[in-house]
């Protein structure tokens, strides 16, 4: 199976700073790679997919990149209504993974 | 607008079955893959299963091949889960997905809000 490694596990942020959030792949997975938010008692919602493309209806302040099996979701300038859970998952290879998430905090 | 209800959990003994039912409506569903995600209290998320648009594929993850099947049901616009030799470790929250792309099984773009199965003596 594919592993994927997630961090960091947590964060503390303020309002307005940029977040990045960084996830490597064990092997190789081409552009099959997605990001997730979560907010408690709620399904995830797909923000990226393909690395690097943004979701529509997503704001343009989330993004996606890829360098080799290092994937980042950055966050340019943090809202409030950011502050949730996020993980990725690729779709290279069933069974399809996720990190282990990233609780993002407000600080 | 692309809707998607799950139903069918609840508490349910070791050992036993339950069929989780997730009513897809707002899209053509024969035209899109679609996905069991699972939540454990918790915990993160853990892909289950994926079905493709036209039911000629199933793919599951280690730890339920043999106990769990995914199908589907055009005619009811329904995505199904049937679960057997259940364990305390299947205990969840059950989400159906639906994949961004027609013909396509490598997104989850779409949620429902999930179905809570507890596993229990």
């Known amino acids: ?107 | 607008q692309v809707q998607l209800v799950e139903s069918g959990g609840g508490v349910v003994q070791p050992g036993r079955s339950l069929r989780l039912s997730c009513a897809a409506s707002g899209f053509t569903f024969s035209d899109y893959g679609m996905h069991w995600v699972r939540q454990a209290p918790g915990k993160g998320l853990e892909w289950v299963a994926l079905i493709s648009h036209d039911g000629s594929h199933e793919l599951y993850t280690d730890s339920v091949k043999g106990r769990f099947t995914i199908s589907r049901d055009t005619s009811k616009n329904t995505l199904y889960l049937q679960m057997s030799s259940l364990r305390v470790e299947d205990t969840a929250v059950y989400f159906c997905a639906r994949d961004l792309i027609p013909s396509s099984n490598s997104w989850l773009a779409y949620w429902g809000q999930g179905t809570l199965v507890t596993v229990s003596s």
């Open chain 1, 1 to 107: 199976d594919i592993q994927m490694t997630q961090s960091p596990s947590s964060l503390s942020a303020s309002v307005g700073d940029r977040v990045t959030i960084t996830c490597r792949a064990s092997q190789s997975i081409n552009y099959f790679l997605s990001w997730y938010q979560q907010k408690p008692g709620k399904a995830p919602k797909l923000l990226i997919y393909a690395a690097s493309s943004l979701q529509s209806g997503v704001p343009s302040r989330f993004s996606g990149s890829e360098s080799g099996t290092d994937f980042t979701l950055t966050i340019s300038s943090l809202q409030l209504e950011d502050f949730a859970t996020y993980y990725c998952q690729q779709s290279y290879n069933t069974p399809y993974t996720f990190g282990q998430g990233t609780n993002l905090e407000i600080k």
